[in-house]
């Protein structure tokens, strides 16, 4: 569900990289049946006896469920606040007749929801639920898209044999939320010359290599700015201009020489 700033603040929504995260989800069923009646009875919604449903909710790769994951359904609960609750979108509210959230399984990016209820969920009603996610993933994936699946309850004869077909239903692959990533990333090194390890060269035999990188941001970074993170790989070292001799000899790091400009005209 698109949410508001707002909502996505009361309930924890986090869409950076490998961070735990909230999503609020919003479905409507097609048709349901009499789940635990033999399917020679007529196909009534509600019942003496409380029946068992299931959904599904298939993230793409690279999320990962908690494994005793938590739905949330109240009003008060989904969106983080009663006063949040989206009247506009014209949602049902979650009864005790309706069901309630017995079990949640997860197992890396699919996500098994037990409701039980007198009722059950009704054809034609719209239904949110919010779910916790233990880690997003490293970027946003290839094939970015989300699906809910529905089963209905087994029908059982008098011994306890399953007969007839269970009631399933699917949603179409539905578009997921971009990653809080950089995008259009760029390393440009002035030389591709290797290092001889020499220590009797220049700065030990170290190649100093200034690297232009271009990237854009996700999102707005603050006038007063932030903190910008680079990680080379393990044989590359951030080399101090005027510490050069002294960096190499000591094997450490310092203060490295670096600046960032917005839009830079020409590399």
């Known amino acids: 569900a698109d949410l508001t700033a707002a909502q996505q603040y009361a309930i924890g929504r986090n869409d950076r990289p490998r961070q735990p995260n909230q999503v609020v989800f919003l479905f409507t ?12 009875s007529p196909p009534v919604v509600g019942q003496s006896l409380p029946i068992t449903q299931t959904l599904v909710v298939r993230g793409p790769q690279g999320y990962d469920f908690e494994e005793d994951c938590t739905v949330l359904i109240e009003v008060a ?12 979108l014209g949602l049902t509210t979650w009864t005790p007749e309706t069901g ?10 699919i996500a098994t929801i037990t409701i ?12 949110a639920f919010r779910i916790d996610i233990r880690s997003n993933p490293v970027t946003t994936p290839w094939r970015n898209y989300w699906a809910i699946e ?14 007839g077909k269970r009631h399933a239903e ?30 009797s060269a220049a700065n ?12 854009t941001t996700y999102n707005a970074v603050p006038a007063d700015g932030g903190v910008l993170r680079l990680q080379a790989p ?19 790091g310092g203060p490295c020489i670096a600046e960032v400009l917005e839009q830079p005209a020409e590399l």
């Open 29 to 40: 069923l097609n048709r349901t049946i009499r789940e635990d009646a033999p399917p020679t």
């Open 204 to 215: 030990g035999g170290m190649i100093v290599n200034p690297v232009t990188t271009l990237f």
């Open 100 to 109: 309630a959230v017995t079990m949640c399984d997860g197992v890396g990016n």
């Open 170 to 199: 699917a949603s179409e692959p539905f578009l997921g939320f971009e990653q809080w990533t950089f995008s259009d990333v760029l390393v440009v090194p002035q030389t591709t010359e290797r290092s001889s390890n020499n220590p």
């Open 150 to 163: 529905f089963y209905g309850q087994k029908h059982y004869d008098d011994l306890g044999n399953i007969i």
């Open 77 to 88: 609960d989904v969106f983080g606040a009663p006063a949040l609750w989206p009247p506009e």
């Open 234 to 252: 393990r044989q590359i070292r951030w080399l101090p201009e005027d510490q050069a001799g002294a960096y190499v000899a000591a094997g450490g």
């Open 116 to 127: 039980v209820g007198f009722v059950g969920l009704v054809p034609g009603k719209r239904y």
